[in-house]
C-alpha cells in the first residue's frame, strides 16, 4: 500500500521561509520521479517542481530562484525548501509520487 505523508507546513510571515518534507513507503522510492503540487482556494491544482530519480528537477516560473526539490533515497523522503515566500506561495501542497499517488496536503499559509 502506498504512503504519502506530508510535514511541515505552517503559517509564515511574507519573505519566511517553511520546509516540508513526504515520506513514502509502499513504492520502490528511488526509481521513482517524484514531486511537489499545489492547490489554492478555488484553483486547480499546479506543479511546483520536480525531481527525477537522476535527481534533475524543475520548477515552475514563479517559484523558480525561491524553491527547492531534493532528495534523499536512503529516507525514502522528498523535501522542498521555500525561500521568500509570497502571500500568493498560500496552497495546500500535495506530494506526488508517481501516475495517481498523492499525499493528503499540508497547508502552507503566507500572511502578515
Known amino acids: 500500500q502506498v504512503q504519502l505523508v506530508e510535514s511541515g507546513g505552517g503559517l509564515v510571515q511574507p519573505g519566511g521561509s517553511l520546509s516540508l518534507s513526504c515520506a513514502a513507503s509502499g513504492i520502490i522510492f528511488s526509481n521513482r520521479a517524484m514531486g511537489w503540487y499545489r492547490q489554492a482556494a478555488g484553483k486547480q491544482r499546479e506543479l511546483v517542481a520536480v525531481?527525477?530519480?537522476?535527481?534533475?528537477?524543475n520548477y515552475a516560473d514563479s517559484v523558480k530562484g525561491r524553491f527547492t526539490i531534493s532528495r534523499d533515497n536512503a529516507k525514502n523522503t522528498v523535501y522542498l525548501q521555500m525561500n521568500s515566500l509570497k502571500p500568493e506561495d498560500t496552497a495546500v501542497y500535495y506530494c506526488w509520487g508517481g501516475g495517481t499517488k498523492w499525499g493528503q496536503g499540508t497547508q502552507v499559509t503566507v500572511s502578515s
Open positions: 525531481i527525477t530519480s537522476a535527481y534533475t528537477t
